[in-house]
């Protein structure tokens, strides 16, 4: 059963910052370093600064970017850029956006849900995590006693009561609004009244969450409740974390697949690699730009796109020996099936023999949802791209009701959540 609950939340005050699209900024884990030292320079107040501190010569344990954080946060409410909710309330966000000319918009919940191992089977994860990014966030709340950025979660409701919830609610006028690169408005709601809170809150009583993005955050909170306890802590602010919420069915609940880039060492030749690739796949060759368009359009039987340079492109198609080996690695048909399950058991592992916890991109593996610029690595100076199809809604919940999880960076849920518009503190209101 899942246990979604109203919180106080803390969001900037829009009179104090000005433009609030100059303050709040995507998740931390797709800034790049350039991008980061501009959020920066473009306001004293980014987000930024809580969420991706700079680490700075002479850093110590005592002075960090975490400790730094954790202080940006408490003179930020002292001095009113950011304020804390008399109420506990839920939040909804209406997030526009633009994919492929087709103007889209997705809606949100936002409140707390309470944290539940993963076998319990009430919060499931679709992908596996990669250690490094934990013990960041770990650092990070515990210098700040926060939840600054939210899990994005997905749930479903076969009796439209949430949905009509939600609209009824978004005919007020919202909390917050500001551009948001020219798709429309991004806008933000406050809901407090009980009885609303209530009715939504009962139908996902029934439903199980899916974690889209930020496994890392979810398991990071459930290392840090585990740590607390074991210092003796009985805050049950611990036991929640923050949550937005997606309907299974949103209009806008749009997801990219991410393809891999990878340049071996020694460099595997086309030569050798066709022939090995062959032993698992039926290979039939096409133009670059086909190759491309079949990936999008998710062509029937063909697992994964293969651009080998010099204008050498390959639909991959899993054969007999292919089938049986996946099969050999798991009982999950859906996991079986899973074209970036494939990918990585019958070719970056089996073929390039990487590591996944070592490979987190760079220099041997480079991980993009944008397929063209794949191609273009490749003639510049990778050895070969594997591009996949958009993976479908369906076939995540599959997979993580069967017990399965994806390899890391196997959806591009797009767009990312926007961070900056409402975090929860781990403190009691004084």
Request: glycine share 8%; charged share 25%; with cysteine.
């Amino acid at each position: 059963m899942a246990e979604l609950k109203p919180f106080q939340g803390v969001h900037y005050v829009p009179e104090k910052i000005g433009d609030l699209a100059d303050v709040t900024i995507p998740p931390y884990d797709v800034i790049t370093p350039g991008e980061q030292a501009a959020y920066h320079a473009r306001h004293p107040y980014n987000f930024i600064r809580l969420a991706l501190g700079e680490t700075l010569p002479g850093d110590s344990g005592q002075s960090n970017c975490y400790t730094r954080a954790a202080g940006y946060l408490h003179s930020w409410l002292q001095d009113g850029i950011l304020t804390r909710d008399s109420q506990p309330s839920l939040y909804i966000i209406e997030q526009p956006y633009s994919y492929r000319d087709k103007a889209l918009r997705r809606r949100g919940i936002i409140g707390v849900v309470r944290l539940e191992p993963f076998e319990n089977r009430v919060i499931l994860p679709h992908e596996k995590t990669l250690s490094g990014p934990k013990a960041d966030r770990l650092n990070l709340i515990r210098a700040t006693r926060a939840n600054l950025d939210s899990v994005f979660g997905i749930y479903k409701d076969n009796t439209g009561i949430v949905a009509q919830a939600l609209q009824k609610a978004v005919s007020a006028p919202p909390l917050l609004e500001f551009p948001s690169g020219g798709a429309g408005d991004f806008r933000f709601w406050q809901v407090s009244e009980p009885e609303w809170i209530w009715e939504v809150a009962s139908v996902l009583e029934d439903s199980q969450i899916l974690i889209a993005d930020g496994h890392h955050r979810y398991e990071t909170a459930l290392n840090y409740r585990a740590e607390q306890r074991a210092a003796g802590s009985s805050s049950l602010a611990e036991d929640y974390v923050l949550i937005t919420l997606v309907e299974s069915c949103d209009e806008g609940l749009t997801i990219l697949p991410t393809h891999r880039v990878v340049r071996s060492r020694p460099s595997l030749p086309f030569d050798r690699l066709l022939p090995l690739l062959e032993e698992t796949f039926r290979a039939e060759p096409l133009a670059p730009d086909l190759l491309v368009e079949a990936m999008r359009q998710k062509r029937p039987g063909c697992a994964v796109g293969c651009y080998a340079g010099k204008g050498r492109a390959f639909g991959l198609t899993l054969a007999a020996a292919g089938k049986e080996a996946m099969a050999r690695m798991s009982p999950n048909p859906a996991w079986q099936e899973l074209d970036v399950a494939v990918l990585h058991t019958l070719i970056l592992n089996r073929i390039f023999g990487l590591d996944f916890e070592k490979e987190k991109g760079g220099e041997s593996l480079l991980y993009t949802a944008d397929d063209e610029a794949a191609v273009a690595l490749v003639d510049d100076s990778y050895d070969c791209a594997f591009l996949l199809s958009p993976p479908d809604i369906d076939t995540v919940w599959k997979v993580a009701q069967a017990g399965g999880r994806m390899p890391q960076k196997s959806t591009y849920f797009y767009p990312k959540l926007t961070s900056g518009v409402v975090l929860r503190l781990l403190e009691p209101e004084k």
